[in-house]
């Protein structure tokens, strides 16, 4: 079974950063991906980032571009979201999100998910 721990959530002020990680065990493949979707209160789950394992292949939703980067370490099958110029609007329940195979940032694709953690910016 696989299991996603995130950390790194909190509180900051517009234009700050944070980093958020999710630590991946309980798997074998060399083949996955490890996604980032967000959830704002009354309001539908997107998607955020992804990152394959191979590290040569990366998603971004339009929104972010520019402003976060997603990064993976195999050795310890953990992802890193480093979120920079946060804004207002950034402010949600940030999850991690795992799959065999190819990126994508359709939430039905991942099959795993972690626990959430919540991201808040005020201005």
């Known amino acids: 079974e696989v299991q996603l721990v995130e950390s790194g959530g909190g509180s900051v002020q517009a234009g700050g950063s944070l980093r958020l990680s999710c630590a991946a065990s309980?798997?074998?493949?060399?083949?996955?991906?490890i996604a980032w979707f967000r959830q704002a209160p009354w309001k539908e789950r997107k998607g955020v980032s992804c990152i394959h394992s191979s590290r040569s292949g990366t998603d971004y939703a339009d929104s972010v571009k520019g402003r976060f980067t997603i990064s993976i370490v195999r050795a310890n099958n953990t992802a890193y979201l480093q979120m920079n110029n946060l804004k207002p609007e950034d402010t949600a329940i940030y999850y991690c999100?795992?799959?065999?195979?190819?990126?994508?940032?359709?939430?039905?694709?991942?099959?795993?998910w972690g626990q959430g953690t919540q991201v808040t910016v005020s201005s």
């Open positions: 309980g798997f074998t493949s060399h083949d996955y991906t």
């Open positions: 999100a795992f799959r065999v195979g190819w990126i994508t940032l359709r939430y039905y694709e991942y099959t795993y």
